[in-house]
């Protein structure tokens, strides 16, 4: 069982600032991408920022220039930075770490950190 372990949610004002961390093994973290996923109440699940191995990030377009996905190889951990926070960004934040092989595809999640951006 991969144990995927985050941190850092919470309540946080419009225009705020909010940092998500994400623990993983080290044999997951060496070779897996690693990435922030999002769901709001009554919404599907949608990826917010990804990374890979070798430090290629993306960003959905409704983050972008507001969040920075980062990784600390040290530490076997990654990192979620949300600035100018929007209430439409209010979810609960879930760690991904992927890896597609030529025959698999692997997917491991964390148990989720509530955020919530409100007045």
């Known amino acids: 069982q991969v144990q995927l372990v985050e941190s850092g949610g919470g309540l946080v004002q419009p225009g705020g600032s909010l940092r998500l961390s994400c623990a993983a093994p080290?044999?997951?973290?060496?070779?897996?991408?690693m990435g922030w996923y999002r769901q709001a109440p009554g919404k599907q699940r949608e990826l917010v920022a990804r990374?890979?191995?070798?430090?290629?990030?993306t960003y959905a377009d409704s983050v972008k220039g507001r969040f920075t996905i980062s990784r600390d190889d040290a530490k076997n951990t990654v990192f979620l930075q949300m600035n100018s926070l929007k209430p439409e960004d209010t979810a609960v934040y879930y760690c991904?770490?992927?890896?597609?092989?030529?025959?698999?595809?692997?997917?491991?999640w964390g148990q989720g950190t509530q955020v919530t951006v409100s007045p």
């Open positions: 080290g044999y997951i973290f060496s070779i897996y991408a």
């Open positions: 991904n770490a992927n890896r597609v092989t030529f025959s698999n595809t692997f997917n491991y």
């Open positions: 990374i890979t191995n070798t430090g290629t990030a």
